[in-house]
Nanobody
Framework: QVQLVESGGGLVQAGGSLRLSCAAS????????MSWFRQNTGKERDFVAT????????RYADSVKGRFTISRDTAKNMVYLQMNSLKPEDTAVYYC????????????????WGRGTQVTVSS
């Protein structure tokens, strides 16, 4: 059974940094893509970044380009999201998800989700 477990969220001031981690288990992820989404209460789940597990190709939402970096460690089955120059509008619950499509920004293309980690950016 595939499991995704996010960690690393917290409270940070605007301009600060956080690194989110996603621990993946239960299968080989070769050929799949891992992504980060975020969601605020009452709003849709928005795409943040995706990475192809095998070749490391990446895509980002325009709102985070130049500030966020997605990476993976294939030996540890980990995916990371380094978030720099954080803004209050980055406040959300951040989710890790896996799909067999690349690149895709649509939540309904994702089969498995973690439970999320809260990121709060104060002004």
């Amino acid at each position: 059974q595939v499991q995704l477990v996010e960690s690393g969220g917290g409270l940070v001031q605007a301009g600060g940094s956080l690194r989110l981690s996603c621990a993946a288990s239960g299968r080989t992820f070769s050929g799949l893509s891992m992504s980060w989404f975020r969601q605020n209460t009452g709003k849709e789940r928005d795409f943040v970044a995706t990475i192809h597990w095998s070749d490391g190709s990446t895509r980002y939402a325009d709102s985070v380009k130049g500030r966020f970096t997605i990476s993976r460690d294939t030996a540890k089955n980990m995916v990371y999201l380094q978030m720099n120059s954080l803004k209050p509008e980055d406040t959300a619950v951040y989710y890790c998800a896996v799909t067999n499509s690349f690149p895709t920004t649509l939540p309904y293309n994702y089969d498995i989700w973690g439970r999320g980690t809260q990121v709060t950016v104060s002004s």
